[in-house]
């Protein structure tokens, strides 16, 4: 859950960044705080000692401590923004934590599992804490260990063989300048190379405005940064070697281009995330082609079932491909969250195709699903968008969506783009297993390479949702309806609703109102209503509208989604917020959007902060 960034550079150094190391440490963590902001620190090494500056609340407290106390010009610098899992919200608590000596500095990224046998360990040998944190301990043995060795990199593989649980770490230390350690396991960690200086962090963010290439890290590894090197080990003490990869977005794309917030940014970049992630699908002759996908043809011809898994958001895109594939490929399809899958024994083999949807790729309930799928013999396929992340590296093949950096905590263009991808996915299993024939699955990619300008269109015409969001900032309760596909847009509207705004929402099947939920449906009680296109099912259609007049009865105030020439929403609407036409399985790429505006506008006329929402972190880490 929590950002950190490194960095080490050579004094006057082509690459190396202006304003020392803890200006490099403190712009990483302004493009990091996404990932917590319950405190943030930097430690730098200088003139052969560590110095440690750390507050708890927003970085803006920190900033505001280094304007009072500066950090000494440094030329190595680690930093930490903090989601708080052990102990609360405290500057004591608040990272880099130090040995006993203040001559050892560690910042650390997940949960040491282990951490209170090794802690009463500690105590027993003399150690005193000053925190509640598990990377407290880390530090402590990290520098009892340096006692022994002498050499960073080996105390920093001895202590890692001792914990148990998800953990990046970096480290610094006094007689080391001009070197920053890290190891990860189960938790991100990335390398940029720079000329004359090198970076780590959390995701490239904390480092794109210095370099685009980077390094990516295999799993229960140590790495070594210095100005001029990058070195790389595994826990037992074997070379290894990263991965490297080119970073096709800049710094400009973590910024908010004049918005008011990210998200509101993110919002008004879907259209490019969805033809982003339409790009290069297609071979010469037009026909669909996967370049990441590693599983064999033969492979996929034969499975019988797919097993989508994700949580939140996520799941929610998954959803609406269990529509979409089932329908072009005639698979049956499940929808699990992520961390009920693997306890309740689900009945997966080698005829599986478990997918995987995250957009940080480092969502531990999803990592630890994804390998009890495959220690059950399923294949598994991430739908990520995140390169270079554990879920992709610990799958069979990947399905990237290029959605470029999300950085508000709620998720809009990633969403999206992970519906835009699960439909790529279907048409590929169909055509690849004959359920559709070329002109068919050409048609449907088509539809969608139209579908950016219809977002464009639905956000050129939002004002009268914004009105309303503005108008309702002091709504207590909001319903969503839908059916079909309709069902799991109500309820990702829903969740952006409770998320940022803080009140009731709930996203119900539209058929299941007259099963109890009708009973909170009282005078002035807003009902969002998603209802599919009288082009499709027209049963669907005629009993959606049946349920909008079911609750206008009842004195709710309907707000409806419908396309564009459809009339017979009118006469039991108060609103009627219109989307271009397209084909029902594609309609929760435009349905969604207004809902988003809504939510995003509400939360900020309420004075919500709509990037960073309470207790909620970009990427969660822990189980």
Same mark, same amino acid.
């Given at each position: 859950?929590?950002?950190?960034?490194?960095?080490?550079?050579?004094?006057?150094?082509?690459?190396?960044?202006?304003?020392? +190391?803890?200006?490099?440490?403190?712009? +990483?963590?302004?493009?990091?705080?996404?990932?917590?902001?319950?405190?943030?620190?930097?430690?730098?090494?200088?003139?052969?000692?560590?110095?440690?500056?750390?507050?708890?609340?927003?970085?803006? @407290?920190?900033?505001?401590?280094?304007?009072?106390?500066?950090?000494?010009?440094?030329?190595?610098?680690?930093?930490?923004?903090?989601? =708080?899992?052990?102990?609360?919200?405290?500057?004591?608590?608040?990272?880099? /934590?130090?040995? !006993?000596?203040?001559?050892?500095?560690?910042?650390?990224?997940?949960?040491?599992?282990?951490?209170?046998?090794?802690?009463?360990?500690?105590?027993?040998? +003399?150690?005193?804490?000053?925190?509640?944190?598990?990377?407290?301990?880390?530090?402590?043995?990290?520098?009892?260990?340096?006692?022994?060795?002498?050499?960073?990199?080996?105390?920093?593989?001895?202590?890692?063989?001792?914990?148990?649980?998800?953990?990046?770490?970096?480290?610094?230390?006094?007689?080391?300048?001009?070197?920053?350690? !890290?190891?990860?396991?189960?938790?991100?960690?990335?390398?940029?190379?720079?000329?004359?200086? @090198?970076?780590?962090?959390?995701?490239?963010?904390?480092?794109?405005?210095?370099?685009?290439?980077?390094?990516?890290?295999?799993?229960?590894?140590?790495?070594?940064?210095?100005?001029?090197?990058?070195?790389?080990?595994?826990?037992?003490?074997?070379?290894?070697?990263?991965?490297?990869?080119?970073?096709?977005?800049?710094?400009?794309?973590?910024?908010?281009?004049?918005?008011?917030?990210?998200?509101?940014?993110?919002?008004?970049?879907?259209?490019?995330?969805?033809?982003?992630?339409?790009?290069?699908?297609?071979?010469?002759?037009?026909?669909?082609?996967?370049?990441?996908?590693?599983?064999?043809? =033969?492979?996929?011809?034969?499975?019988?079932?797919?097993?989508?898994?994700?949580?939140?958001?996520?799941?929610?895109?998954?959803?609406?491909?269990?529509?979409?594939?089932? /329908?072009?490929?005639?698979?049956?399809?499940?929808?699990? #969250?992520?961390?009920?899958?693997?306890?309740?024994?689900?009945?997966?083999?080698?005829?599986?195709?478990?997918?995987?949807?995250?957009?940080?790729?480092?969502?531990?309930?999803?990592?630890? =699903?994804?390998? /009890?799928?495959?220690?059950?013999?399923?294949?598994?396929?991430?739908?990520?968008?995140?390169?270079?992340?554990?879920?992709?590296?610990?799958?069979?093949?990947?399905?990237?969506?290029?959605?470029?950096?999300?950085?508000?905590?709620?998720?809009?263009?990633?969403?999206?783009?992970?519906?835009?991808?699960?439909?790529?996915?279907?048409?590929?299993? =169909?055509?690849?297993?004959?359920?559709?024939?070329?002109?068919?699955?050409?048609?449907?990619?088509?539809?969608?390479?139209?579908?950016?300008?219809?977002?464009?269109?639905?956000?050129?015409?939002?004002?009268?949702?914004?009105?309303?969001?503005?108008?309702?900032?002091?709504?207590?309760?909001?319903?969503?309806?839908?059916?079909?596909?309709?069902?799991?847009?109500?309820?990702?509207?829903?969740?952006?609703?409770?998320?940022?705004?803080? %009140?009731?929402?709930?996203?119900?099947?539209?058929?299941?109102? *007259?099963?109890?939920?009708?009973?909170?449906? $009282?005078? !002035?009680?807003?009902?969002?209503?998603?209802?599919?296109?009288?082009?499709?099912?027209?049963?669907? /259609?005629?009993?959606?509208?049946? @349920?909008?007049?079911?609750?206008?009865?009842?004195?709710?105030?309907?707000?409806? %989604?419908?396309?564009?020439?459809?009339?017979?929403?009118?006469?039991?609407?108060?609103?009627?917020?219109?989307?271009?036409?397209?084909?029902? #399985?594609?309609?929760? #790429?435009?349905?969604?959007?207004?809902?988003?505006?809504?939510?995003? $506008?509400?939360?900020?006329? *309420? +004075?919500?902060?709509?990037?960073?929402?309470?207790? #909620?972190?970009?990427?969660?880490?822990?189980?």
């Amino acid at each position: 859950m929590c950002g950190i960034v490194g960095y080490v550079g050579r004094p006057g150094a082509p690459g190396a960044a202006a304003g020392g +190391g803890a200006a490099v440490a403190l712009e +990483g963590l302004r493009r990091l705080e996404y990932r917590g902001y319950d405190s943030a620190g930097i430690a730098v090494v200088s003139e052969g000692a560590v110095a440690v500056r750390k507050r708890a609340g927003k970085l803006a @407290n920190l900033v505001e401590l280094l304007d009072a106390d500066p950090l000494p010009a440094a030329h190595t610098a680690i930093g930490h923004t903090r989601w =708080a899992t052990h102990g609360g919200p405290t500057d004591a608590n608040a990272h880099p /934590h130090v040995d !006993g000596t203040g001559r050892v500095a560690v910042i650390h990224n997940g949960i040491v599992e282990n951490f209170a046998a090794l802690r009463a360990e500690l105590r027993e040998s +003399g150690v005193e804490f000053t925190s509640e944190t598990d990377t407290e301990v880390v530090a402590h043995l990290l520098g009892a260990q340096l006692e022994r060795t002498g050499d960073l990199t080996e105390a920093m593989r001895a202590v890692c063989l001792r914990l148990e649980g998800a953990f990046t770490l970096l480290a610094v230390h006094a007689d080391a300048p001009g070197v920053i350690v !890290g190891a990860r396991r189960n938790s991100p960690l990335v390398v940029g190379l720079g000329e004359g200086a @090198n970076y780590l962090g959390s995701d490239v963010a904390a480092f794109i405005a210095h370099t685009r290439e980077a390094l990516e890290l295999g799993q229960d590894q140590v790495v070594t940064i210095t100005p001029d090197a990058v070195d790389v080990v595994g826990f037992d003490g074997a070379p290894a070697q990263g991965r490297r990869f080119h970073v096709d977005w800049d710094a400009s794309a973590a910024e908010k281009g004049g918005f008011p917030s990210f998200m509101a940014k993110e919002i008004h970049d879907q259209p490019q995330a969805i033809a982003d992630t339409l790009l290069g699908r297609t071979d010469a002759g037009g026909r669909l082609q996967l370049d990441e996908m590693k599983i064999s043809e =033969a492979e996929l011809r034969a499975v019988d079932k797919i097993v989508v898994i994700a949580c939140g958001t996520a799941a929610y895109a998954g959803q609406v491909a269990k529509y979409a594939i089932e /329908h072009w490929c005639r698979i049956p399809v499940e929808v699990e #969250l992520a961390h009920e899958f693997r306890y309740r024994d689900p009945v997966v083999s080698e005829r599986t195709l478990v997918v995987a949807i995250s957009q940080s790729g480092e969502t531990m309930d999803t990592i630890m =699903a994804v390998r /009890h799928a495959r220690e059950q013999g399923a294949k598994v396929l991430a739908i990520c968008n995140t390169n270079g992340s554990t879920i992709p590296r610990e799958s069979d093949a990947a399905l990237y969506t290029h959605a470029g950096p999300e950085i508000a905590v709620a998720s809009t263009k990633a969403f999206l783009a992970q519906i835009t991808a699960c439909y790529l996915l279907g048409l590929y299993l =169909a055509q690849l297993r004959g359920n559709k024939f070329a002109d068919e699955v050409a048609d449907v990619l088509a539809q969608l390479h139209e579908v950016p300008g219809q977002v464009r269109q639905v956000l050129d015409g939002l004002e009268q949702v914004r009105e309303i969001a503005r108008y309702m900032a002091d709504t207590r309760s909001v319903l969503f309806l839908g059916r079909h596909v309709g069902y799991p847009v109500a309820m990702e509207g829903a969740l952006k609703l409770k998320e940022l705004a803080y %009140i009731h929402a709930e996203g119900f099947a539209a058929g299941e109102l *007259k099963h109890g939920p009708i009973a909170l449906v $009282e005078p !002035g009680q807003p009902v969002f209503v998603v209802v599919p296109s009288p082009r499709g099912r027209d049963s669907l /259609h005629s009993k959606v509208v049946s @349920n909008i007049q079911e609750v206008r009865a009842r004195g709710a105030r309907t707000l409806v %989604i419908a396309e564009q020439g459809d009339t017979e929403v009118e006469p039991y609407a108060d609103v009627v917020i219109r989307i271009p036409r397209t084909s029902t #399985l594609l309609s929760p #790429l435009l349905a969604v959007v207004p809902l988003q505006v809504f939510a995003c $506008e509400l939360a900020t006329a *309420k +004075g919500l902060d709509v990037d960073q929402p309470r207790n #909620l972190a970009k990427s969660v880490t822990v189980e």
